[in-house]
């Protein structure tokens, strides 16, 4: 079969009207389907539920120091959860701060905190006239959502394979003081899947910042999270933080994580490590913000995950329900478009996102299609800051939470809205 | 025995040296006793522990409305939970937002939202050269923390027995734009356990301000917190929110409360309520910083508590255990100081404290002998904004924590401390 492009106009014309009562087909079922979040299954949410039984109404709910975790206090988390969360942000326990059940909390207040207050005798980035932060994109939206809330220009760097394109970075962040950050999703990124290469990790440690107070916005939300229990068939990530004690750049990284998608969404853990003097300034603001978050859950976690062995077998546990998600999502991809030539997408090693780019113009169309045939995916352009993907071709599967049989559905679906979207597009010419 | 003021030099001398003798021996017993911080006991605790038996690893996990709650989502609680916590913010569920486990951080949040972005339409606080608050002394050392953090000039106001002296209020709100709020503990306030009247809750509401988005912070952490069972003796508050909608002014309030001294203090849930409008703008904020908190610990306590008789029936059994604590301590302070002339206290009818008053320029050595002693006291001058009481003279008591017999140690400590100091001050003059 040849190519889209290829094909003649009335080639087209009739294609068009085949995929049309397609279409009309699907649209006649009167699906609800959603691949619109980055959401666990209710069969993964369910490998936690031991979890819940472990603090209950006979526990000691005391930490190893005595200390009862029922009452006020301990600001940066128990020791226990420190090491615990020390885990998934690959750090010391002592340069980790435990927070409540969420990073985006974590990250939005940390950029509260810079344009309030400064950081580390910095002048607040709310007095300055402009701000800009550097997004690679495709991104996630909801970094984007914060920089763009609390005014900060924010400036599109392509992600390539390996991170974002250095070359790109090096040159803007050198010249432009104005420019004060970065967000990172280093290891299987939101949506593209692709890891940051130890070189990118370290260009970014190294890179001379026009800015001092130039700060790496690390969400390493899928530090665990590999689709294969083989170690081979792993991303690995080198640590920002030796990279940036190596590059003489320490204070330059937060990294963030959490137990969203390990335990509940709805109720994890989340945590933060940074350099010495970032935890001491953190814990001095956090300080007035509160008196010390659930330790209970902590607890929890603690005894639940355990520790690196016990996070990566309940990883694999996980695996072994989203993995064939995956391989669904990439199969019907491959059937249903591999030879139309109208779109490319990504086959990721970990992580919660398959991410697709069909023709320039079209993911709008093709996602406003499957809205009315009742199949919701993530907003084209969401994957943009500013939700503005100048070619309109970006859109972010979410394979995760639909049932198998529904996700089959689901696809059917896309599929049949990204050809359509493609020939209309294509004699639209 | 004649009050201190009324004795000749050589008797304080003699009375001095007493004194000196029997804090000798206090401090020979190598004390270390805490009656810092309004921090429940462990059999406070305990009477919550069946509350974790209620969300365990065979529960459906599912809200009324069938939300997993394990997973992401619900921005402003589960529906339940609104229920819930609109009993203790005295208001409608619409109206309820339900936070995290600290009232503190949402009121953190709440200033840092004024000062960056304003309210409904307002030029941000942080936009001006100089932003003042208004705060009722004795307070709560922990909200002016925040005001000072945020470079808010905090202005004294005596607090009376029945709230904030409101001519000199309603004075200066209608004269200074600059004044842009209150913090009110109204109901057994902290420290000194007095409930604003119906007349000062409607001054509040009604008075004229200067500034057209001055807000109230109603801090209502004790409102559920008496020490008798019976409603005779326990104080009414009128709702802040019905008197500020009576006065057209219904975007003036903002309610707190928290389960942390019902529940856990640790793992509590804590809410706010507020006007629609106001509710409206602060879900368009919160929806950049969070996705939902955690909705498994709002189900253990919808589950646990119940409803407004639940909570009244659980705080039945709280007063049974602190009640005796507020009468020893009330009693010693009687039989140890009164009549020596040399201090005041207050007998309230509710929540977590007892605020005295000793003689001018004392507090600061009262609390040192006492923890030279062994026996820590909430800082003298903590009651105030930027730690300074200008007459250096209250002292919070917190009865709580310590066990009865531990309570009575610490407070024959205190009360010599009282004593040797207030005798130094006479012979000093």
Known sequence: MAAYAKRSHQELES????????????????????????????????????????????????????????????????AECKKLMAVLLDD?????????????????????RFMTFGTLGSTPWGKFENVKFLCPVPGYDRHFAITERFGIEMINVPLNDDGPDMDIVEKLVANDAQIKGIWCVPK????CGITYSDEVVRRLASMK?????????????????????????????LDIAIACREAGTEDRYFKFASTSKITFPGAGVAAM?????????????ITIQMIGHDKL?????????????GIAEHMQKHAAIIAPKFELVLKMLEEG??????????????????????PDGTAKRIVSLAKE???????????????????????????????????????EVFVCCVKLASVEALLAK
Chains 1, 2 share one sequence.
Not at 45 to 73: E, F, H, I, Q
Not at 211 to 233: G, P, Q, S, T
Request: net charge negative; hydrophobic share 40%.
């Open 92 to 112: 010391e326990p002592e340069n980790v701060i435990v927070f409540g059940n969420s990073s985006l909390t974590i990250m939005y207040d940390s950029i509260m």
């Open 337 to 358: 478009l591999g030879d139309t030539g109208c779109a490319s997408w990504t086959k990721p090693r970990g992580g919660y996102f398959i991410s697709l780019n069909g």
């Open 273 to 285: 490590a940074a350099s010495p003097a970032n935890v001491k300034e953190v814990k001095d603001h």
């Open 297 to 309: 859950n902590q607890l929890r976690h603690v005894l639940f995950l355990k520790d690196a062995k």
């Open 209 to 237: 910042c026009a800015a001092e107070d130039f700060r790496i916005m690390w969400d390493n939300a899928y530090c665990v999270h590999h689709l294969n229990a083989n170690v081979a068939e792993q991303d690995q990530l």
């Open 188 to 191: 299987y990124a939101n949506p």
């Open 373 to 411: 045939a009742g199949v919701t995916m993530t907003g084209a352009g969401a994957t943009y800051p500013y939700k503005k993907d100048p070619n309109d071709a970006n859109i972010r599967i979410a394979p995760t939470l639909p049932p198998l049989a529904e996700l089959e559905q689901a696809m």
């Open 15 to 78: 294609l068009k009207k085949a995929l049309e009562e397609e279409y009309a087909a699907h649209k006649a079922k009167g699906l609800s389907l959603n691949m619109a979040r980055g959401k666990p299954g209710a069969d993964q949410l369910d490998l936690s539920m031991p979890m819940l039984d472990l603090v209950n109404g006979t526990s000691d709910c005391r930490s190893a120091d005595g200390t009862d975790l029922r009452n006020y206090g301990v600001l940066d988390g128990i």
